[in-house]
């Protein structure tokens, strides 16, 4: 997600937890191979099931031996018995006999009922905005090998063309199946037992905040979920445990690739329900309700990072400078039926992330709770807490609302209603001191969740709704 230098607070925490493009995991091209329905893997997609998570942490292969339950035709890269002369020939593989891709598309509009909120004020009162209702196409790719490697891909379409995702899965390496995998290339970092986009309300579980980006450094701030150029090594252990451990480029907004020095890991369990990697003979706990389970996932993970970007007011060719950042944080999912409550949180420092290039420390937290009524409705509500605590600054504290609901059109047609309620006290500091966004600050950011209705009450606490949001996506 790319932010304007000048971007508001409400902006770019707006932006990034409410905006929904549509990610998947197990795409078209996968239930057409196995000649199965995209329920299989998903509820309202790109949420999955717990057999499309264990799906997704096998490397997009079914549980077992994957080439069993392929359906489609495939084209031999090879014959069977050059394995037996390898190395001295290519070890054999397949292709679907189709090419694997799949489309989609997906947008968004917006009502402002109030038109003294923060958005309305900051646009001369609009009210009503259609202009991303068609936002984003995607191509995706998605094709395995053998029973071992696959291929996935996204190219993503929104005024330029974009690799969000090229990765080369390698699954197996060694020891017990599932328990060592490769992935190599452009994806995201794995931080929990499940899908970044497990949400039934938001574009990504974990609630992320562009923390340069937001105090006006980063055309292209870090984030913990994002797309990055990098290696994975995950796995599930046992069945019941899962791991992953990486490095990746990270965010260089400078024309100067410099080393990132990004890594990350984290670990997690599962008690209950299916197993992690889908093996065994226990299946959904109800065949006509595969998204539910009796199961409590507990995951902790931790991510460093190193973020450059150009000095802010320098000279001609100033050096660029580096933010360093270290995060800690956990989530819980217990689910009960078709019930589910979805907790979260993690506490990020940066050493130079502020516009006087201060340190400041970002502490977030969130809850979903949701309970799938029928196949193809799902209410929820969520919650979302972000802190920022800025040396030499006020703090700023927000806070975010979202009952909605989630609705299959058919199954691979959805619709996300979310209403938007949000609150804030306190505001970013430029240099000086002085707030920014209003007067005495930088003019450029406009409006803020919350922002004062006049400067004499710049730390008011009241909760504004903010929004009307209807997401609309379809893949096939």
Not at 396 to 425: D, Q, W
Request: charged content about 15%; overall charge negative; hydrophobic content about 40%.
């Amino acid at each position: 997600m790319r932010l304007r230098p000048a971007l508001s607070l409400h902006l770019a925490l707006f932006a990034a937890t409410v905006a929904m493009p549509l990610r998947s995991d197990a795409i078209p091209a996968f239930a057409r191979k196995h000649g199965t329905s995209c329920l299989t893997c998903h509820s309202v997609y790109p949420r999955l099931t717990p057999f499309g998570e264990a799906f997704r942490r096998n490397g997009y292969r079914f549980p077992g031996v994957d080439s069993d339950y392929v359906k489609q035709d495939t084209v031999a890269l090879g014959q069977e018995a050059n394995k037996k002369t390898f190395p001295n020939s290519v070890w054999p593989g397949t292709i679907p006999i189709s090419v694997p891709i799949a489309v989609g598309v997906n947008g968004q509009a917006f009502v402002y009922p109030d038109k003294g909120a923060s958005f309305p004020r900051a646009n001369q009162g609009t009210q009503f905005v259609l202009d991303d209702l068609v936002a984003e196409g995607h191509v995706w790719l998605g094709a395995s090998l053998d029973d071992t490697i696959t291929l996935w891909g996204e190219l993503t379409f929104s005024g330029a063309a974009e690799v969000e995702h090229a990765q080369v899965l390698l699954n197996d390496l060694v020891g017990p199946k599932h328990a060592v995998n490769l992935y190599v290339g452009r994806g995201f970092p794995t931080l929990t037992s499940f899908g970044p986009h497990s949400s039934y309300l938001g574009d990504a579980r974990i609630t992320t905040v562009p923390i340069t980006g937001i105090y006006g450094l980063s055309t292209d701030p870090f984030t913990l979920v994002d797309n990055y150029n990098g290696v994975e090594l995950a796995g599930v252990v046992a069945g019941y445990v899962d791991y992953s451990a990486g490095v990746n480029a990270g965010k260089n907004a400078t024309a100067v690739r410099l080393n990132s020095e990004n890594w990350y890991a984290h670990a997690g369990t599962k008690l209950g329900g299916l197993r992690l990697d889908g093996e065994g003979s226990q299946g959904p706990k109800d065949a006509m309700r595969p998204w539910a389970e009796d199961a409590l996932t507990l995951d902790a993970f931790v991510f460093h990072s190193r973020e450059y970007y150009p000095a802010p007011g320098g000279g001609a060719s100033p050096p660029p400078l580096g933010d360093t950042s270290f995060t800690a944080g956990g989530t819980v999912r217990g689910q009960l039926g078709s019930l589910e409550l979805d907790l979260g949180g993690y506490d990020q420092k940066h050493d130079r992330g502020t516009s006087g290039l201060a340190s400041v420390s970002t502490d977030v937290e969130w809850a979903e709770l949701s309970y799938v009524l029928f196949p193809w409705m799902v209410p929820a509500v969520r919650v979302e807490r972000i802190g920022l605590r800025p040396a030499g600054g006020p703090d700023v504290m927000a806070y975010h609302f979202m009952p909605g609901c989630a609705f299959l059109l058919r199954a691979n047609v959805k619709a996300v209603l979310v209403l938007n309620v949000e609150t804030a006290s306190g505001f970013p500091a430029d240099s000086g001191g002085a707030p920014l966004g209003w007067a005495g600050g930088n003019a450029d950011w406009g409006g803020f969740i919350n922002a004062p209705r006049s400067t004499a009450t710049p730390t008011s606490h009241q909760a504004e709704f903010e929004s009307i949001a209807l997401f609309l996506a379809w893949a096939i």
